[in-house]
């Protein structure tokens, strides 16, 4: 018997090379030569399941990705790996066939078989640069698609409690958030963003003793002061402003202070609007807008509490134990019961989320996306073992959930812990009058969101090719300069004008830079379909780097003024796309810096 041995690694066996030249096959355009990849395989695909190669009743789809080594083309696949088993031949022999049986394309200059059966392609020079033309076209369209086709998806992010300024890890929240409703809405798919008050409970009652306590005339220093009560320098501007009887407006109503220190319930419902118009003011600042602002108060007052509990009582879930009502949650994969009604009457928040996530489900949202905290993790199985208890045909897995870890923020390498404004947190506020809104958006969306981020202060207000923000918004700024520059010398060029014979682009960091331009569409749509949001900043990071390495290695205002105008294309396709990034990330492109 003869055994064949074949290995995983590309280096290990001896390419067999092709080249085409025919031009039987057009490209439409480079951000689709993937798709060209793939439509070229299906070709051969077919081709082999007609002549009996393959069984004709089965299904090929070839998986085309990026190569992370140039010097084994652009594009791979595994189609051969996969189809050897249907095809009974070893996959380096199936490739061949496949290969030998692809159509001629002008997309493609030569094709190579590497190791036990990949498939890698180099794509030719012309079509490299054709998506030169798509950006300049598609401007700010380009890399947006309609995969959504218009369905609805709620992104519910920091609804934080109006108890006080919004925390750093709010802001993280909020950044990613917003860039992932972006994101989405980039995918085609109509975003609602939504912002939970938790306006009923014990931390409001609280926060109303605070300011009582403040109009009264005690600090937190008296041994009145109320023993979970909030001590920042906040507390004091609510009562202050409570006393003067200001009106403050916060989305659906309107307070005015009634200057009474014993109205326990005025205090309370001046101090939440106040913090809310102060939580609003802090995200404005920080670019996030919401659509809803729902309230937990309005769960109670419009009956959704009681009718949640009528529902899960009715379907034979609950129990009575120690005086207090439980949920059979371990019926639906919990580790054990949840308590939802206490034994004083009051409901635990367990019981209030479960009513907004059916009055979510009965709004039409059958895609809900929660940022929230990781302190939030262990909410995640009650919230869904809840909503499957009510029986409404809700699925297992919904909602989704994207969890953030926490924030740290360091200056001078020590960690910064206190604001006067807050008392005992650094605020969002306080970030964003340091380093400004820019680079506060972007370093708090530019880790995985299950990874701790550290805000280093310093990096952020640097100027230096290590702050990414600098870094980025350098080569977009860097790129509008040359254009001012081709305008003293009396030539005008539009942002969006491809100008020149692309073909004359002959560098290996021209084609760099082009096939990662290429890229930017398929991030896009992964970006959402994985809820990462930060594979967005480090792609822009190295095209930024890429196009810096470029820019100091190659003079564009030269004499010879048909490479100059191809040079320049291909600056302006750059500045478009980090333009597109920037702003999916919510993050301002200067023209000059």
């Avoid at 924030?407 to 960690?415: A, C, F, I, L, W």
């Amino acid at each position: 018997a003869t055994t064949e041995i074949y290995t995983l690694s590309l280096h290990d066996a001896l390419p067999i090379c092709f080249r085409r030249s025919s031009i039987l096959l057009q490209p439409e355009s480079s951000d689709s030569m993937k798709e060209t990849v793939s439509e070229l395989l299906q070709s051969a695909l077919a081709t082999l399941q007609s002549e009996g190669t393959l069984p004709a009743d089965q299904t090929f789809t070839p998986q085309v990705g990026n190569t992370k080594d140039k010097s084994h083309g652009d594009y791979a696949c595994n189609i051969a790996l996969v189809a050897s088993k249907a095809a009974g031949c070893p996959p380096r022999k199936l490739a061949e066939a496949l290969v030998e049986r692809l159509p001629n394309s002008s997309a493609v200059e030569k094709v190579e078989i590497a190791g036990p059966g990949f498939i890698n392609f180099f794509m030719s020079t012309a079509s490299a640069f054709e998506v030169v033309n798509t950006i300049l076209d598609d401007a700010g369209q380009y890399g947006r698609n309609n995969n959504g086709e218009g369905k609805k998806v709620q992104v519910e992010f920091v609804s934080a409690n109006p108890t006080g300024p919004l925390h750093v890890g709010h802001g993280r929240g909020a950044a990613i958030g917003d860039c992932l409703s972006r994101l989405l809405e980039a995918n085609g798919y109509q975003v609602t963003r939504e912002f939970y008050y938790n306006d009923a409970g014990a931390q409001i009652n609280n926060l109303a003793l605070s300011v009582q306590s403040r109009v009264k005339g005690l600090t937190p220093d008296d041994e009145n002061w109320p023993a979970d009560g909030y001590r920042g320098d906040y507390i004091t501007d609510v009562a202050n402003a409570y006393l003067a009887g200001e009106t403050v407006i916060a989305d659906d109503r309107e307070v005015t202070g009634k200057a009474d220190p014993d109205d326990q319930q005025a205090i309370q419902e001046f101090a939440v609007a106040y913090l809310r118009r102060e939580q609003d003011l802090d995200l404005k600042a920080f670019g996030v807008e919401f659509d809803v602002y729902f309230l937990e108060s309005s769960l109670y007052e419009d009956g959704k509490v009681e009718e949640a509990v009528e529902r899960l009582q009715e379907n034979g879930y609950t129990y009575e134990h120690d005086g207090a009502m439980w949920l059979k949650t371990t019926e639906f994969g919990d580790d054990k019961d949840r308590v939802m009604r206490k034994k004083d009457g009051g409901y635990t928040y367990f019981l209030p989320d479960v009513a907004y996530h059916l009055d979510k489900w009965q709004r039409g949202f059958t895609t809900v996306i929660n940022e929230q905290g990781a302190d939030h993790h262990s909410t995640v199985t009650r919230v869904r073992a809840g909503l499957q208890a009510l029986n409404a045909n809700i699925p297992k897995e919904w909602p989704d959930y994207v969890l953030h870890q926490m924030v740290m923020v360091t200056r001078s390498g020590q960690e910064v812990k206190i604001s006067k404004r807050a008392g005992s947190y650094v605020t969002v506020r306080d970030l964003i009058d340091e380093v400004g809104r820019d680079a506060t958006r972007f370093f708090l969306a530019a880790r995985r969101v299950d990874s701790q981020l550290t805000f280093d202060i310093d990096l952020a207000r640097s100027q230096t090719n290590e702050n990414p923000v600098y870094y980025i918004q350098y080569a977009h700024a860097r790129i509008c300069s040359v254009l001012r520059k081709l305008k003293e010398e009396w030539v005008e060029r539009g942002l969006n004008e491809c100008v020149g014979d692309l073909s004359l682009l002959t560098l290996d960091e021209e084609k760099d830079l082009a096939n990662q331009l290429a890229k930017y569409p398929e991030l896009i749509e992964s970006s959402a379909k994985l809820r990462e949001p930060h594979h967005l900043t480090h792609y822009l990071r190295d095209l930024a780097g890429q196009f810096h390495t470029y820019y100091n290695a190659h003079k564009v205002l030269i004499e010879d003024t048909a490479v100059r105008d191809a040079r320049v294309s291909l600056y302006l396709a750059v500045r478009q796309v980090i333009a597109n990034g920037l702003d999916l990330l919510g993050v301002s492109a200067p023209d000059e810096m």
